[in-house]
Nanobody, 120 residues
């Protein structure tokens, strides 16, 4: 019913920047929240940042002050601006969205992930 597609991943040097984007498409009434998660090699998936419909945001302590999440409701797209990247930020980054499919139905969807590698 709904697809989320991430883009913008790649290889960057420590201290560099990268901007991820995620576009949602399909039978969408509205999207309440959108967020970014990441999964480093050999570790569990963790929350990076989330943005709510009212504009409020939450961030993992490890990325506060370095990453910025934003969204374009008209395009059903969420972005993650990543600055001052560290080697520890290396992971597969996944987009997540809570999507209202009808008046009473809301479901969570995930993108397929995009690789971010921070290395010199």
């Amino acid at each position: 019913q709904v697809q989320l597609v991430e883009s913008g991943g790649g290889l960057v040097q420590p201290g560099g920047s990268l901007r991820l984007s995620c576009a949602a498409s399909g039978s969408i009434v509205s999207i309440t929240t959108m967020g970014w998660y990441r999964q480093p090699p050999g570790k569990e998936r963790e929350l990076v940042a989330r943005i709510f419909s009212g504009g409020s945001t939450i961030y993992a302590d490890s990325v506060k002050g370095r990453f910025t999440i934003s969204r374009d409701n008209a395009k059903n797209t969420v972005y993650l601006q990543m600055d001052s990247l560290k080697a520890e930020d290396t992971a597969v980054y996944y987009c997540n969205a809570a999507v209202r499919l009808s008046l009473i139905t809301t479901r969570t969807f995930w993108g397929q992930g995009t690789q971010v590698t921070v290395s010199s």
